[in-house]
């Protein structure tokens, strides 16, 4: 994909980040990935949406191609004003914020502390609350930082760790689901393989202490929940929980997908992302 060309670097407090900026000046779109993946996730909605939008695509801190900050900010607060920061430095008009599991955690904190920057927000699998699965969510938040960092860059404890999660996180592979698993095992091969997994242990403990659930009927922004049937990750409960407490969402919810609609029916979920920005763009107009 041409696009894949064009990445550039920001950088954020002493830290690279890597990100694309392709498509149609305006309206702006910026996508957001998920925990521990990077902008190859939204590969697909980039290359179908940049004919009519501007398509801003970041590798969060530590994600990706982008570098790892120190442990001191290994934290979601960090991650959210780095893409504020990002935000402001590309000279757009405010985004609609498409973000993906912590993706859209992370988009919820834009809308409510840099709302100037937000104009819509679509949160694709992405709780306010803490639904993570026992067996990681017990990993991540009572194990010491040294020793679930230590057990990750053991190889057969990651394969099967991150094997049963991917398995969790799809229903139906292809060529999309594929790639973003493969992501995950090239990163093990990285020279800096043990410091990104450190600060992902460590961005893990700040996410499972994370409270945007208390803070949702806070977001003003026209809002659209997409989530699936077969989530074993984050449960439809999740959803309905956004939905109730957020007094400009909607929820659309996607079948024959698990974690990541956006891949497993990517067509069906760029339907609905353009209905609804549609709707958006409409509404601003009006």
């Not at 990651?158 to 991917?166: A, C, D, E, K």
């Not at 242990?201 to 989530?227: F, M, Y």
Request: hydrophobic share 40%.
């Amino acid at each position: 994909m041409e696009y894949r060309q064009a990445q550039q670097t920001f950088e954020y407090r002493n830290c690279r980040l890597v990100f694309t900026d392709t498509g149609k000046p305006d309206p702006p779109l910026f996508f957001l990935h998920g925990y521990g993946s990077s902008i190859v996730e939204w590969d697909s909605q980039v290359a179908h949406f940049a004919t009519k939008f501007r398509c801003l695509n970041l590798d969060l801190p530590g994600h990706g191609e982008s570098e790892i900050p120190p442990a001191a900010n290994a934290t979601l607060q960090f991650q959210v004003d780095a893409a504020a920061a990002f935000l402001a430095s590309r000279n757009c008009a405010p985004v609609a914020a498409i973000g993906h599991s912590m993706g859209g955690r992370i988009a919820g904190w834009l809308a409510l502390r840099y709302p100037r920057l937000i104009r819509a927000l679509v949160l694709v699998n992405a709780p306010a609350d803490q639904p993570l699965a026992s067996g990681l969510k017990l990993l991540t938040k009572l194990t010491p930082t040294p020793v679930a960092s230590f057990l990750m860059r053991r190889k057969h404890f990651f394969r099967g760790l991150t094997r049963r999660y991917s398995s969790d996180m799809v229903t139906t592979p292809n060529e999309l689901t594929r790639r973003k698993a493969e992501h995950l095992r090239l990163m093990r091969r990285r020279t800096d393989f043990p410091r990104r997994m450190d600060f992902l242990i460590r961005l893990g403990k700040s996410i499972l202490a994370d409270d945007l659930a208390r803070h949702l009927d806070e977001i003003e922004s026209p809002t659209l929940i997409v989530w699936t049937e077969n989530d074993h990750t984050c449960p439809g409960a999740s959803a309905k929980l956004i939905e109730q407490r957020m007094p400009h969402a909607r929820l659309e919810i996607i079948k024959d997908a698990a974690h990541n609609p956006h891949l497993e029916q990517f067509e069906r979920f760029n339907e609905v992302l353009l209905q609804f920005l549609a709707i958006t763009e409409m509404s601003r107009g009006s």
